[in-house]
């Protein structure tokens, strides 16, 4: 039942089949596939049922491959393949995108279904290397950018290094822009259309970066493709926390939501950080919302709503953001663990003109309140939008009409010149 791990025999293999490429000036294609957390899995299901997650995971990689000839397992939560002869290297993405949709249909282990988080990494010889040496380590280096970034694989180019030192760089200045407050949150105000009142922020984050403010469309790609997010991600989080405990004395019906990128929503020590930053700031959990984009979830939504019902658990409330754009399917509205939902700016801003518009937002509406669900509208930038919205039984509203995303002590001015009286919407 239980897989050996081949190491040894593995790198054998490849010394033989990268001898043979050359001999044959044949492309030849490595791949790692590295099964997330799998010591959790073990921890929390017994060896046997890890076994048999490894077991299950080597039988649909042997189905996905027919054209490999070695597939190992390699270390614990680690299997590796040859694929001694690739016609068309461009199709390699197009393969192991595939792969990893079938490594993401969850497991059966007796009554549970488990959902398994596998990460893929391919290099390709002579593009990525030589010798099986750096074969691997270019592998280990594409497997560690999938894990990264918001894809479950990723096939090494010669780009890489090239971003891989721009990372390193931006790293090292975002380290230095934290110190120094040149990263900072603003907070776009958000309205309760039943109460008539500031209901709570959105934090955006801003990066004066040579007297130049970097917006997050800016940089936070890369920091997604690399590492860098998660330390970003952690940053926010305390930061808002920190920057809301003040404001949350005299306005305690305040919340606070930050925006969380897709790798984030995998990653296991998100839910950690949240905890602990809650304790130290000391906030009611129920103050603190966390975005999550619609597509972030569809990598993996077994495993994404698994996560985001245990922030939920924790009493964090869970809103995903740009709501429509998507194409996620309707059934999921059965099972998201959110508790709201935030509709994309793309059809808040023309809804007044386009009736197509309109009918979607209404939709929108009607369905999330029919699931229980809380309704934001994003991107409100003229009145006759916000009366509609009303209208239309919309909960919450935030853009341009009300306020621009503000620096926290205007942030405050805005909610103390508002706080006490209703606010001039219909
Ligand atoms: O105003 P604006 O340019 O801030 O935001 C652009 C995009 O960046 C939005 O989609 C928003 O969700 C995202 N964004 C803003 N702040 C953060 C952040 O702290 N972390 C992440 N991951 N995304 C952010
Ligand atoms: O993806 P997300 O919803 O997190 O994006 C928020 C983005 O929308 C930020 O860039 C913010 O500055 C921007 N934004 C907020 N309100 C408005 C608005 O009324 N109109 C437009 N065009 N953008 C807005
Ligand atoms: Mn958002």
Known sequence: MSPPIRWQAFVDGLRAEVGAAREGGRVLAVMLVDIRRFGIHNYRLGFEQGERIVAETLTRLTGGLKKASALERIAPGRMAAIIPDVAVPELLSVGAERLSRSLAEPIGLGDEQVAIDASLGVSIFPDHGERPESLLSEAELALEQAEHAASPYH?????????????????????????????????????????????????????????????????????????VIHGLTEWAVHTALREMAGLLIDHPQLSVAVNVSASSVYDPSLLLSVESALAIWDIPPACLVIEVTESSLMRNPELGFRNLAQMRQMGVRVAIDDFGTGFSSLSYFKSIPADEIKIDQSFVRNMSLNAGDAHLVEAIIGLSHSFGLTVVAEGVEDRETLEMLRAMGCDQVQGYFLSHPLELDRFGDWVAGVGDRELPVP
């Open 155 to 227: 096939v090494a180019s010669r780009a890489d290094s090239a971003r891989r030192l721009e990372a390193w760089h931006m790293e090292k200045d975002l380290d230095r822009a934290m110190l120094e407050d040149d990263l900072v949150l603003h907070y776009q105000p958000q309205v309760s259309l039943k109460q008539r009142r500031v209901c709570g922020a959105e934090a955006l984050m801003r990066w004066t970066k040579d007297s130049r403010v970097l917006r997050p469309d800016q940089f936070i790609p890369l920091a997604e493709s690399t590492g």
